[in-house]
Nanobody, 124 residues
Framework: QVQLVESGGGLVQAGGSLRVSCGAS????????VGWFRQAPGKEREFVAA????????YYADSVKGRFTISRDNAKNTVYLQMNSMEPEDTAVYYC?????????????????WGPGTQITVAS
């Protein structure tokens, strides 16, 4: 099992940047693919980005491609989401999630472990 905790959320101005982190417990974090999802008020949870177990493969939602970067440091049991050129539409609770696979998917139901989420608000 793995336990996940997000950190680094907060308020940012439109056009600004923010980096959120996902810290994981357990000694086998490198066995898990990790994803980021987000959920805005009144909307369904949506895929943001995913990274493979050793970081060699990443992919993104079209809405964040070119602005967000997912990375990981398995020695620190941490996955990062660097967000640049942020827009008010990026406002949401951001969740880190993991699955015991080489690479995850864009579907929330394919992931087994979730963090509690961190709120990110982009002010216009």
């Amino acid at each position: 099992q793995v336990q996940l905790v997000e950190s680094g959320g907060g308020l940012v101005q439109a056009g600004g940047s923010l980096r959120v982190s996902c810290g994981a417990s357990g000694r086998t974090f490198s066995a898990y693919a990790v994803g980021w999802f987000r959920q805005a008020p009144g909307k369904e949870r949506e895929f943001v980005a995913a990274i493979s177990r050793y970081g060699g493969t990443t992919y993104y939602a079209d809405s964040v491609k070119g602005r967000f970067t997912i990375s990981r440091d398995n020695a620190k049991n941490t996955v990062y989401l660097q967000m640049n050129s942020m827009e008010p539409e990026d406002t949401a609770v951001y969740y880190c999630t993991a699955v015991l696979r080489v690479i995850g998917s864009r579907l929330a139901q394919d992931y087994d472990y979730w963090g509690p989420g961190t709120q990110i608000t982009v002010a216009s």
